[in-house]
Nanobody, 121 residues
Framework: QVQLLESGGGLVQPGGSLRLSCAAS????????MGWYRQAPGKERELAAL???????NYAESVKGRFTISRDNAINTVYLQMNSLKPEDTAVYYC???????????????WGQGTQVTVSS
């Protein structure tokens, strides 16, 4: 099995920045799409950003122009740079990835444990 290990969450003032990281806990044969979802209190989990293995990215309308997703395939890590943060960005942020552990394996979706981001003055 493999775990996705997230880091970088915390408390930040409105207008501030945070950078989230998510790394696989072991070597992996193949990773396709990686991304970040978020879940605010009392709300359903929603997409924040996705990035394909070739680097094509997609963003939720609410974060376009403020968040940037990137990945480093050499170390199986995905990042989310969050700028101009707003109180409504407060949520638990979850990393996800489509992973094949060994050649010939069916790709499977994995999730991190979540990291809290709180935007407040």
């Amino acid at each position: 099995q493999v775990q996705l290990l997230e880091s970088g969450g915390g408390l930040v003032q409105p207008g501030g920045s945070l950078r989230l990281s998510c790394a696989a806990s072991r070597s992996i044969y193949r990773i396709n799409t990686m991304g970040w979802y978020r879940q605010a209190p009392g709300k359903e989990r929603e997409l924040a950003a996705l990035i394909s293995s070739s680097g094509t990215s997609n963003y939720a309308e609410s974060v376009k122009g403020r968040f940037t997703i990137s990945r480093d395939n050499a170390i199986n890590t995905v990042y989310l740079q969050m700028n101009s943060l707003k109180p409504e960005d407060t949520a638990v942020y979850y990393c996800t990835a489509e992973i094949g552990l060994r050649p010939g394996d069916v790709m499977d979706s994995y999730w991190g444990q979540g990291t809290q981001v709180t935007v407040s003055s």
